[in-house]
């Protein structure tokens, strides 16, 4: 199996920074790399996948980037409505698996 | 607009079996996709379970192959899970979900249901 894992795993922001999470997986994951936002109470939603690719009505603050088995998400200028937990997943193959998730708090 | 809806008991007993249905609406589960179930400790990460397609083409988490069972009713446009010999470690949300495209078996959830918490205790 693909292990995930995340850093950090907690991240303390203010309005308006610039803010990068890093997933790295145990092996090359081929591009088919997954981000997803949760906020407390609610499912995750996809935010991108295929590394960089933004699903319609995310933010354009919202990137990804990497490759092999090292990937970011960047958040260009972070918003109120962006304080939560984000996660990666790989499909690369199966079993499908999710890194452990970084919390981004206000500062 | 697709829409998932999982029903099922919140309280299981220790060595009983979970079962969960996802009711979907504004797709047909016969007309394509691969969907599954997806689930969340309180308070930790993601695990996926089980990935299948309308047709059969199930894909487990080996974790937990051996308690597992997937059931499609396509005349009711939902599906089920079944988790036997269930322990606390099974106590968590569970959601049910669409993979993102068509033409992939394996990929992003982009569909979630709003999750359904089990707690399994006597």
């Known amino acids: 199996d693909i292990q995930m894992t995340q850093s950090p795993s907690t991240l303390s922001a203010s309005v308006g920074d610039r803010v990068t999470i890093t997933c790295r997986a145990s092996?090359?994951?081929?591009?088919?790399l997954a981000w997803y936002q949760q906020k407390p109470g609610k499912a995750p939603k996809l935010l991108m996948y295929?590394?960089?690719t933004l699903l319609g009505g995310v933010p354009s603050r919202f990137s990804g980037s990497g490759s092999g088995t090292e990937f970011t998400l960047t958040i260009s200028s972070l918003q109120p409505d962006d304080f939560a937990t984000y996660y990666c997943?790989?499909?690369?193959?199966?079993?499908?698996?999710f890194g452990p998730g970084t919390k981004v708090e206000i500062k | 607009q697709v829409q998932l809806q999982e029903s099922g008991p919140g309280l299981v007993k220790p060595s009983e079996t979970l079962s969960l249905t996802c009711a979907v609406s504004g797709y047909s589960i016969s007309s394509g996709y691969y969907w599954g179930w997806v689930r969340q400790p309180p308070g930790q990460g993601l695990d996926w379970i089980v990935s299948f397609y309308h047709s059969g083409s199930t894909f487990y988490n080996p974790s937990l192959k051996s308690r597992v069972t997937v059931l499609v009713d396509t005349s009711k446009n939902q599906f089920s899970l079944n988790l036997t010999s269930v322990t606390a470690a099974d106590t968590a949300i569970y959601y049910c979900?669409?993979?993102?495209?068509?033409?992939?078996?394996?990929?992003?959830?982009?569909?979630w249901g709003q999750g359904t918490l089990v707690t399994v205790s006597s």
């Open positions: 997943q790989h499909y690369n193959s199966y079993p499908v698996t």
């Open positions: 295929k590394v960089s």
């Open positions: 979900v669409r993979l993102l495209t068509v033409t992939l078996i394996r990929g992003p959830f982009d569909y």
């Open positions: 092996q090359s994951l081929g591009g088919w």
